[in-house]
């Protein structure tokens, strides 16, 4: 009964109200489970414009909250400077049905929908808030970052470009092919401990979670989705942290008729299961090194505002 007075209660409050004075937890009800999301308005929210959203989803083991800290709450700082929705989802159980990579996961072992959760939080903003449907995106790590692919092949009408980091794509994933192109940014260490650089089996505490793709074969996946065969960029970062044992070039492919579908790949050389520009979050020996010369939540975010449409 608790649970259900908190649901009507959250239904009847307006969502500007709620998110004003930060991110608030908002809960809905999907497919007979209770779910929640927390979102972030910027601080110039105005009802009488509409605004991109950007889904950010925590990895295995992970919640929204801590993606938020995770993160370093740097998306909430460029939705203010830029204007944005940020959206931290919530896993069910600490997890995402990114596919059929394998049954250790609960979420995926119990087949929860999540694609229908997604369908449901986007839903459920376009009723309360200011949302721009023709601009949302979703970026994620690790398990997040196989999450957000199977978003972009499955409801590819809906998410304009996503944003893997620490992730390449299970086996599962590339035998389907999304109706539209959607643009993707990889950020990767090629010495991740966890996920592969080169393909292979996932393994997380010597259990092995499913095989996956190397990044070189999501990359071209979704190269030949996005109409990629243009090079037409390549940055090598400055090493201006020499201390964090790895550096960084990045690589951008284009479609020669549209320039906004691109397929961006940022190579960590030496670098970990990490998100750069965060803090080092486990010990090196566990999870690798953390870049510290470019901020992927910067990269990510100038990604897709170089895809939106006005």
């Not at 009507?8 to 969502?15: D, E, G, K, Q």
């Not at 709620?18 to 999301?37: H, M, N, P, S, W």
């Amino acid at each position: 009964m608790k649970t259900l007075f908190l649901l009507v209660w959250i239904s009847m409050v307006p969502m500007v109200c709620l998110a004003q004075a930060g991110t608030e937890k908002v809960y809905l009800e999907v497919d007979g489970l209770i779910r929640f999301y927390q979102v972030y308005l910027p601080k110039t929210y105005d009802v009488g414009k509409s605004y991109p959203v950007v889904f950010v989803l925590h990895g295995g083991g992970g919640k929204a909250k801590g993606m938020l800290n995770f993160t370093g709450r740097r998306f909430n700082e460029l939705a203010d400077r830029d204007g944005f929705i940020a959206v931290y989802p919530n896993g069910y159980r600490k997890g995402w049905n990114d596919g059929e990579r394998d049954t250790l996961s609960v979420a995926r072992r119990l087949k929860i929908d999540d694609v229908g959760f997604f369908d449901a939080m986007i839903d459920d903003m376009d009723e309360k808030l200011a949302i721009d449907r023709k601009n949302i995106f979703a970026c994620g790590i690790s398990n997040g970052g196989f999450m957000v692919q199977r978003l972009a092949i499955e409801r590819s009408q809906v998410f304009k470009a996503i944003g893997v980091v620490a992730a390449t794509m299970s086996e599962d994933q590339q035998k389907k092919d999304p109706e539209n192109p959607v643009p993707v940014i990889f950020i990767g260490g090629d010495a991740d401990p966890l996920v592969p650089y080169n393909g292979g089996p996932v393994v997380v505490l010597k259990q092995k979670r499913g095989e996956v793709l190397s990044n070189g074969e999501a990359v071209k996946y979704w190269k030949a989705v996005n109409g990629c065969s243009k090079k037409s960029d390549l940055y090598v970062f400055p090493d201006i942290n020499t201390e964090d044992d790895c550096t960084a070039v990045k690589t951008v492919w284009e479609n020669p008729a549209d320039d906004r579908l691109k397929v961006v790949d940022i190579k960590v050389v030496n670098g970990g299961h990490t998100w750069p520009g965060m803090r080092q979050y486990l010990p090196r020996s566990m999870v690798g090194n953390t870049n510290r010369d470019f901020n992927g939540c910067d990269e990510i975010w100038s990604f897709f505002k170089s895809t939106i449409t006005q």
